[in-house]
């Protein structure tokens, strides 16, 4: 039993590695727009191959913990929850290499003003990517709780910075192409938070058997 | 073991009607946005309710055939491959519920010539669902790499579509807010795709194993 309260160790340590890949990656893409530098972009598609190995790493010792220790209650729910956060994760990888692809086709445009909002909503995404794994591995549900009430914050900021983009757009359509590009920089932030609140509601199913799934859900 | 079997095949079928709920939501939804009817949108949020229900019934389910078969091999990776895909369902509904919500956004706007395309992505995305979920039932590789084949053709359906769209806010500013709308219906398709795809590399994994996870997503 020792061996197997190791193993679920590592297993979380395999998270944290993933999950601070992962924050990295949404930082340099996001930094790739707004400084207009591709060197970042390119940074964020190098990490995005060891994202992609550590996430089959991460499944295929999940499942063999499985097989060998064939846990109950518990233990059993933080091993799923943990397959669960591990595809949360690459998904938010998949997000921030978008967004790099995005920062790379704006590095020729001038730099406009609506980008203002990107940071901040980038700064808030991220905190709610560390907030929600830290809550898993300290299973913390008051820092679970809080991740979920972030998301609204990121939908209010997504909201303001989209009529900021279509008004944009509607002064001058050579605007267009690059607002379009902002506006997907947004959606794909958005995602990355929808991401980090799908792994709340596990951290709080899993430490309190409540499922909140459907009440967050409400808010999409 | 007889019983075991039983629950085996009473997840699949509950998988089924999963998929065939979100299969129908996929479908109003965007016959919503295309006959400019409320409708079958205000249906999709009724059977999101029921997706919703459907998807924690699911997940306690395989998490109780976990706990009390212990597994191991085959068997274990079905299990582990329905709670994915359980998950992946689920968020096509979601999107669903997006394009959904669109389509009651723009039911007074005039209808726009390019959602001649949106029909076409729409009928190609919903035979992916459905291949993807007739695979995993089945375990038929050759339909699950059908799949992987098919995301492809959505990508250029989607590429293509994007730049109708733009050139039509280039031409017409007061086209700008619709035509943002569209791409949003437009893009959740393609997400939803991505969902399927995921599902079908699952089901590669499940019945080969070997993981071809990272091959498709380079296509991303």
Redesign the interface.
Known sequence: MRHFEEELEQLKNKLLEMSSLVESAIYRSVTSVVEKDSEPANEVLRIEVRV??L??EIDDFA?NL??LH?P??AD??FI?SG??IN?DLERMG?LA?NIAQRALALIEEPVIQPMIDIPHIAALVQSMVRKSLDAFVSGDVALARSVLASDDGVDDLRSAS?HEL?SF??RD?HN??QA?SL?SVV?NLERIADHATNIAEDVLFMTKGI?V??HA?AR?
Chains 1, 2 share one sequence.
């Open positions: 992609n190995q996430e089959i499942v499985l097989a064939q109950m209650a059993l729910r799923i397959i669960k595809n998949d290499v989209f279509i757009m509607e359509p267009i192409r379009v506006l959606r499922d799934r459907h859900e999409e």
